[in-house]
């Protein structure tokens, strides 16, 4: 290479040099840094679940917060007026458990022992209380529309002016239970056993009660029109039995 060509690519070297130092600034702009004072994105941790079988103070605090406690253990505790609705008590144990005026609205309570419970004027429809077991326990004025008591124990229970429209009672033991004045207007009672029952003033029109047992029960002015009878049979006659 001669001298003259020397000095012509230094010549254009030097032109290009501000262009490419140019560039260099604007890609570095546009490029994104790291930053000590980004925050790091770390993953959160899961929530703890508390185990079942709670008992006392503990299960009704769990209670409160996630709307579950199976099998936990709440006898004797006062939880009236409270509101439960659709919460989770499967197998709870709420034996003589104070709930007057609860709020149970489809609440899960199925094989819940409830035995000698207070649930006067509890808001009950739409629960589930399969074969829970409600033996001594008093309902009175209790709503229940559409609730299930399907092969629940009620044995000696107080019912007396209980709202049970359309409820499912398939298979209940209703022996000595108090149902005088109850609605029981629709209600499914195929095999129940009302044995000893008393029904008086009770209102079980167009209640099925196909193969209940109604050995010894008292139907003084219940009011049986159109319901199906333990023999199959409907009644049409007079409404009062």
């Known amino acids: 290479m001669n001298f003259q060509s020397l000095i012509t690519l230094l010549a254009v070297s030097a032109a290009l040099l501000p262009m490419a130092i140019r560039m260099t600034e604007v890609f570095s702009r546009s490029t994104p840094q790291p930053s000590s004072a980004q925050p790091v994105m770390t993953a959160r941790p899961k929530a703890k679940t508390a185990p079942d079988g709670l008992a006392g103070r503990a299960a009704i605090?769990?209670?409160?917060?996630?709307?579950?406690?199976?099998?936990?253990?709440?006898?004797g505790a006062n939880l009236s007026y409270a509101d439960f609705s659709r919460a989770e008590l499967t197998q709870a144990n709420l034996s003589q458990a104070k709930l007057a005026q609860t709020k149970l609205v489809n609440?899960?309570?199925?094989?819940a022992n409830l035995q000698s419970a207070n649930l006067v004027k509890?808001?009950?429809?739409?629960?589930?209380?399969?074969?829970?077991n409600l033996q001594n326990a008093d309902l009175s004025r209790a709503e229940l529309i559409n609730t299930s008591l399907s092969e629940a124990n009620l044995t000696d229970a107080t019912l007396a002016k209980a709202e049970l429209r359309e409820a499912d009672l398939t298979f209940a033991k209703l022996i000595r239970a108090n149902?005088?004045?109850?609605?029981?207007?629709?209600?499914?009672?195929?095999?129940?056993?009302?044995?000893?029952?008393?029904?008086s003033g009770a209102d079980l029109r167009y209640a099925n009660l196909s193969e209940a047992s109604l050995d010894g029960a008292n139907l003084t002015d219940a009011r049986i029109d159109f319901a199906v009878m333990p023999q199959g049979q409907t009644y049409t006659g007079q409404p009062r039995y």
């Open 61 to 75: 605090e769990h209670l409160n917060r996630v709307d579950r406690c199976i099998k936990c253990d709440l006898s």
């Open 179 to 199: 149902l005088q004045h109850a609605s029981l207007y629709g209600t499914l009672l195929q095999h129940a056993d009302l044995s000893g029952a008393d029904l």
């Open 122 to 132: 509890a808001q009950l429809n739409g629960a589930d209380l399969k074969q829970a």
């Open 107 to 111: 609440t899960v309570l199925h094989q």
